[in-house]
């Protein structure tokens, strides 16, 4: 059985440009899912313009 609750609590990662692009998954449960893709596409552009301008201090962290 799925936890409802659980799966639409916001998860944050504590970068502020990846949260919000995990923000704009929210409302995925309130669209017919022919228009997931199209969310799903914009938040995989988000995180990897995210992780194109991370820069050198996020390479050190490991």
Known sequence: M??????????TTGHPQVDEVLGTLQPLSQLPVDQHVAVFEAAHVGLRDALSNAGPAAADRG
Do not use: G, P, R, S
């Not at 799925?2 to 998860?11: N, P, R, Y």
């Open 2 to 11: 799925i936890d409802h609750d659980a799966a639409t609590e916001l998860v």
